[in-house]
């Protein structure tokens, strides 16, 4: 079975109380618990991690980088201003893909309209709500058939 790493930025561990109109309903730990049983089905081991600290975002990505694991990576704020982000991510070997649950192109602040993750990703989802990680991760599946 193929370890894929869920990396969950800045305030997503808020999921379920945090703007639910557009983020929903769905809480941080059973998006966990949804993500290891999507990941079960198709021959994935999920493991979702958040964090509020860019430096420890970091450190999942060199480890990533190190172990060639694939990433299904929402870097929520941090997407659309992390210089350090975007240098993270140009090392990763395995398959990245990046993951919204709004979608920031369609959103009225100007800020969320560009992604230092976007030029590494294989593929980008976004607007899809918390559907958006099972995509992700049978994008994963499809991208990692052969390894
Ligand atoms: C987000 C969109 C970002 O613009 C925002 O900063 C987030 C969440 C999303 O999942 O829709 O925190 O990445």
Redesign the pocket.
Known sequence: MKHVLVLN????GRLGRRQPE??GTTTHDQLGELCRQWGEEIGLVVELRQTNHEGEMLDWLNEAADDATPVVL????W??YSWAVFDACAQLVAPLVE??????SQ?PEEF?HTSVVTPYAARVI?GQGIDGYRQALESIAALTAQD
């Open positions: 930025g800045p305030n997503l557009i983020y929402n870097a929520a704020a997407t659309h993951v919204h649950i709004s979608d920031p959103r969320r976004a």
